[in-house]
Every structure is written in structure tokens, then in C-alpha cells.
């Protein structure tokens, strides 16, 4: 068994010492939002913080993991009001999202260190690939966090995960059922 806390939680790992932490995440804890992208390091869309430090978790095994804390996005903040995650939506700097929890990660991790980071220095710190190409807007998310955990700005709430359907009708007016083409039109 390989001990370890994930999300602040203790959990003992009965699988091959050598096994990635990415799997065990993913299949055994059931943490899906480390993604598995690459396998090889080079994409961070599996990062976590292990001892508060971003790392690939695909280049590290359990056995390296063993007695240390690793927090996952799912661990960063359960109802996303970390500074990175509210500034990523307010700046629009997700697209199809599959990086996003990586670079999430990588992101709180430079907060915590530095929380007032210039624009180089998020460059260097954030190694993540993004297919969709958010660079610009993260950069400018993640200077946006900074000023949250430092208290010169608030961020109003991202929306709450399970929005109602009916709430998100009444917002969305496209969504209305009444607006839908009744299934019988143009039989008689």
C-alpha cells in the first residue's frame, strides 16, 4: 500500500509502487479533472501540487508520492472561488477547457509564491500547452488572481456548479421550451 493525502484526505493506494499518480488519480481515487494528455511531461494537463509545488503527475510514480499531500483540482476549491479559478472565467481564459485544470494548478501554485507576478514571469511559470491558444487572456487571469489574494480586488462568484435548467431558461431565453418547435407542426 502506498499512504498519501489527496485533497486533505488520507488515501492508500493498493497498486504497483511504479504506477504514475496520474492513474491512480484518475482510476483508483476517481479524480478525473487531472487530465491525461501527453504521458510524457510536456503538455501539463495532468499537473497537481504535491507539497504545494506543481508537478506532472504523469512523471510521478506513487512510490515518489508516498507520505507527501497532493491536492487536485477537484482539491483546490470545491466550489471555485480559489482566486485563479474565479479570474480564469472572468478573463475568459478558457476555451474547450481540457487544459484548464492544469494550468489552474500551475497557476495557484506561482500565487502562492508570488502574488504579484509581472508577465514574464507567468510565461516561465506556466509551462502548460494550450491547443485553444489563451495565452494572452491568461496572462492577464492570472495577474487578476494576484490582485485577488492580495486583496486589491474581488472577483463576483463564477456561477455554481449544477445550475438549474430552469434558472439557466430563464437566462438563456434560446433554451425556453416554449420557444421549440412543436413536434407535430405541419401535420394535419
Known amino acids: 500500500m502506498t499512504a498519501m ?9 493498493d497498486m504497483d509502487p511504479d504506477t504514475p499518480l496520474l492513474f491512480a488519480l484518475r ?3 476517481n479524480l478525473t479533472g487531472t487530465k491525461y494528455g501527453c504521458g510524457t ?8 501540487l504535491v507539497d504545494g509545488e506543481a508537478l506532472r503527475s504523469c512523471l510521478v510514480t ?8 497532493i491536492t ?10 480559489h482566486p485563479v479559478q474565479q479570474a480564469l472565467v472572468a478573463e475568459q481564459a478558457i476555451q474547450c477547457g481540457f487544459c484548464t485544470p492544469g494550468i489552474a494548478i500551475a497557476a495557484a501554485a506561482l500565487i502562492r509564491r ?9 510565461r516561465e511559470a506556466i509551462p502548460n500547452l494550450c491547443r485553444c491558444g489563451v495565452y494572452p487572456r491568461l ?5 487578476r488572481a494576484g490582485r485577488v489574494a492580495r486583496r486589491r480586488e474581488t472577483i463576483s ?6 445550475i438549474d435548467p430552469a434558472d439557466a431558461a430563464r437566462a438563456v431565453p434560446g433554451m425556453r421550451v416554449e420557444d421549440a418547435v412543436p413536434d407535430d407542426l405541419g401535420s394535419d
Request: charged share 20%.
Open 62 to 69: 506513487i512510490a515518489e508520492a508516498e507520505g507527501r499531500f
Open 41 to 48: 511531461g510536456d503538455c501539463g494537463a495532468c499537473m497537481v
Open 157 to 162: 462568484a463564477a456561477p455554481a456548479p449544477g
Open 27 to 29: 482510476e483508483a481515487a
Open 5 to 13: 493525502t489527496v485533497n486533505a484526505r488520507p488515501v492508500d493506494f
Open 72 to 81: 487536485t483540482i477537484e482539491g483546490l476549491s470545491r466550489d471555485r472561488s
Open 139 to 143: 496572462v492577464q487571469a492570472i495577474q
Open 114 to 122: 508570488n502574488p504579484d507576478p509581472t508577465a514574464e514571469q507567468i
